[in-house]
């Protein structure tokens, strides 16, 4: 499976890295054939070359298509792959569903679900959230019972994008209602296509439709699709959350007509936003553009101050900032867009793109302030592991869930 | 000095942080800010035999010919440690700018007695209005062919009391230049200012035709007075960055060991939320003044830029800090014997010297293209 040469990954000098992976890409890697879809749909036989040749995740072990690589080795590999464009790297640390399959699964579940997962050969989808458990997503309610070699679910999830697609969902589910809340629930891979699955999206204030309600009727999953311990699913589901939340502070949807993200947007851009409207000459207004800029390039410099400390070997406290830094940049620039129009912005429709902008972004701003997280819980969360600050007490932390209140 | 790598300079800093941990303790810094001087002499003697106080000076001259990056890691340090000392008006500012002058005579006369710490320089280069820019210059200079003399009000001259050397920036017929006078010369014309910042000294002096010496090139002097401005502002920004952190670290330890309502405080989340936003702002100051010393150091296009994101980030998170550390303290916080309000002082003091956060965000702009 790997073709990396010797077997102490630590030997491996980086030049040699380099060198092989470049060469690999020359050999292998062809934009135009891409662009034009050789590689077929969503560019499948292209991930699934990259991770046929240990490219995909290369700090996982050898025997996982990975190989062996330590933070250091494995970023020239990503470093070469995105010089010259190619995607499919780096999946050790952005792929949630193989990374949580990795660290959880047994080693026939591994076996069977890790190359498609790597591979993009099966969509996947989230059943977290329910309308009982937003913030509070330990007070879950949708239940799973055992049935023979089955689970039996019922109960409703929401918040869930890709689910009309999705082949599997990962799924939390209460299976202990006599213990405290975080010690009944368990983690499950849970498959999509069967009748006691019904799909509805949800009109967001966007007036777009990303994410759905899943109802779940009588829904029943093999028994090996267990992942982690029995009424052990609210670590798994850590790992899980660590992965989207980091990925949320690295890059998040700006304004409507922008297709990059936010945070990669140049510095210029809200310069010529003011010029255009005639109203760079206005100190107010000078002094808020300068802000918002700035608010982008300190989150730029804590990232990477954060990704170098990380591989200097210290834990960095910055990574978890991220997010919270994000929420702001998004609204404060909403908060710039809107000013710079002032009555322009009572407009919609295409032929007003700077209204658009602007009231796309003032309500989709909320998207990182709530999804994955909301501000107010992240900032639980700063205080509580980064600075050590002690938990609130919990009234409901010791309680059999079944005499926990709720709404 | 050969340029330093990042595990040096973290060893640097952390020299600078046992020394001042020992030697500018709250105590000490309380004691010290009510003498005259505003300085403790023996330790301004130690900073100078570990080579502080001659850091940025050329190694010809007795310095170490470091740069920005490791001024601003000591600059954290002095500003956890709240140090009171000419570091920043000698070592840092006056120390720079004659670096940059390029007058090789006033260096070999000045710069070995400054790197030893034996002689404290500052620079009077703005006058009561308190800018520190070209316009800000209130001091002109006459010469009669062969001698100058200055006339006019400099303000706000750090450890201008204290100074064995006084330079001078003031305008000519030419442009503007630099100048040194003898503090002999200026007797009573020096007078020390009160300050808000009780850790802090400045001065204001009155020249009625002072006779003065030229330094460096008539009519070209603000190019080296803003290369050692922008040090002195990397310089600060990292003061502020590293005071805002030991404000933040004091405060999240009180809210911690404080309790009410049989709770530590640190667990009501109308705490916990102030601190961590809090952290993001001590975060992002460390992360600008940082970059603006590696722009620095680089000599990358970025600098200039940064410098002043560095400028008015790091001011806002030192104010953000102190001002919500005395809040997050409550009663305990708005007392005297509480160190909170110093570093207030300080962080009020730092958002003034050299331009203050609107000066800073709009010069941003500006140099974005805007």
């Known amino acids: 499976m790997s073709e990396a040469s010797g077997d102490n990954p630590a030997s491996v000098s980086n030049d040699a890295i380099r060198d092989e992976v470049q060469s690999w890409l020359a050999d292998n890697w062809d934009p135009e054939a891409m662009k034009k879809g050789a590689f077929g749909p969503l560019g499948r036989d292209w991930t699934a070359k990259v991770v046929d040749a240990a490219w995909a995740a290369t700090r996982w072990p050898k025997q996982w298509y990975g190989r062996d690589y330590n933070d250091a080795q494995a970023r020239i590999v990503e470093t070469e792959f995105a010089r010259v464009g190619a995607p499919g790297t780096g999946q050790d640390r952005i792929n949630l569903w193989a990374n949580t399959v990795l660290t959880f699964g047994n080693e026939q579940f591994k076996k069977k679900y890790v190359p498609a997962l790597l591979k993009s050969e099966i969509n996947m989808c989230l059943l ?72 509805r999206p949800l009109r967001q204030i966007t007036n777009e439709s990303h994410f759905n309600e899943v109802f779940l009727t009588d829904v029943r999953i093999p028994a090996t699709n267990l992942l982690g311990p029995l009424n052990g699913g609210w670590r798994v589901l850590q790992t899980a959350l660590a992965y989207e939340r980091s990925m949320m502070g690295e890059g998040a949807r700006g304004p409507r007509s922008g297709a990059k993200g936010a945070s990669e947007k140049g510095e210029e851009e809200l310069i010529a936003l003011a010029r255009e409207a005639g109203r760079l000459s206005d ?52 908060k710039l867009r809107t000013n710079l129009l002032d009555a322009g912005s009572l407009l919609e429709s295409s032929d007003y793109p700077r209204a658009e902008d602007a009231n796309f972004l003032t309500l989709n701003a909320y998207f990182t302030s709530i999804g994955g997280g909301t501000d107010q819980i992240q900032r639980n969360i700063i205080g509580e592991r980064v600075l050590g600050l002690p938990k609130e007490p919990e009234v409901d932390r010791d309680v059999p869930f079944r005499s926990v209140r709720s709404s | ?37 505003g300085f403790d002499p023996a330790l301004w003697q130690l900073l100078a035999e570990m080579g502080i106080v001659g850091l940025l000076i050329d190694e010809q001259f007795g310095g170490y010919g470091a740069g920005a990056m490791e001024i601003e890691r000591v600059m954290e340090e002095v500003g ?17 700018v004659l670096g940059a002058s390029g007058d090789d005579d006033a260096q070999r006369r000045l710069l070995p007695d400054m790197a030893k710490g034996t002689s404290i320089a500052t620079i009077a280069l703005t006058g009561t209005e308190g800018s520190w820019t070209p316009e800000g210059v209130a001091v002109r200079a006459e010469s009669n ?155 990358s296009d970025d600098a200039e830029p940064a410098i002043s994101l560095a400028g008015f980030a790091c001011a806002d998170a030192f104010s953000a800090v102190t001002a919500a550390s005395i809040q997050m303290h409550g009663g305990i916080g708005f007392t005297w014997e509480h160190p909170a309000h110093l570093y207030l002082r300080r962080a009020r003091a730092d958002a003034q010297l050299f331009g203050t956060p609107m000066f800073y965000r709009e010069r941003y702009i500006q140099q974005l293209g805007g």
């Open chain 1, 283 to 334: 100190p107010v207004l000078r002094q808020d553009i300068a802000r918002v800029i700035a608010y982008k390039k300190l989150n730029a410099l804590n990232t990477a101050r954060a990704k170098a400390e990380l591989e200097q070997g210290t834990s960095s406290p910055i990574m978890s900032l991220g997010k919270l830094a994000m929420s702001r940049i998004l609204h404060e620039e909403a």
């Open chain 1, 128 to 199: 977290y959230s329910e309308p009982g458990a937003g913030s509070d997503l330990a007070g879950l309610r949708t239940r799973a019972e055992r049935d023979g070699d089955e689970w039996v679910v019922n109960g409703q999830k929401v918040w869930t994008s890709g689910a009309a697609t999705a082949d599997y969902g990962m799924l939390v589910a209460r299976t202990d209602w006599e213990s405290p809340k975080h010690g009944g629930i368990s983690f499950f891979f849970c498959p999509m296509k069967q009748p006691g699955v019904e799909v």
């Open chain 2, 1 to 37: 000095m050969p340029e330093l790598d990042d595990s040096e300079r973290n060893e640097l800093q952390n020299t600078v942080a046992r020394l001042l941990a020992d030697r500018s303790s709250e105590s000490d810094v309380r004691k010290t800010m009510e003498t005259e001087t």
């Open chain 2, 145 to 299: 062919g062969t001698d100058w003399t200055l006339s006019g009000t400099a303000s706000f001259v750090i450890h201008g009391q204290n100074a064995d050397v006084v330079l001078v920036v003031a305008n000519t017929e030419q442009g503007t230049a630099l100048f040194q006078v003898e503090p002999s010369e200026l007797g009573t014309a020096i007078r020390a200012l009160p300050t808000f910042d009780h850790t802090l000294r400045l001065a204001e002096i009155e020249f009625a035709a002072t006779k003065a010496q030229l330094i460096g090139e008539d009519g070209n002097g603000w190019p080296a007075v803003e290369q050692g401005l922008n040090l002195t502002r990397v310089a600060l920004a990292g003061e502020q960055a590293g005071g805002a952190r030991r404000v933040l670290d004091m405060t999240v330890e009180y809210a911690k060991n404080r309790v009410q309502f049989g709770r530590a405080i640190g667990s009501f989340q109308a705490i916990k939320h102030m601190a961590a936003d809090l952290l993001l702002e001590s975060e992002s100051a460390t992360s600008a003044a940082r970059h603006a010393a590696m722009s620095l150091a680089s000599t």
């Open chain 2, 80 to 96: 956890a440690a709240l140090l009171c000392s000419p570091l920043l008006a000698s070592a840092v500012l006056a120390a720079s």
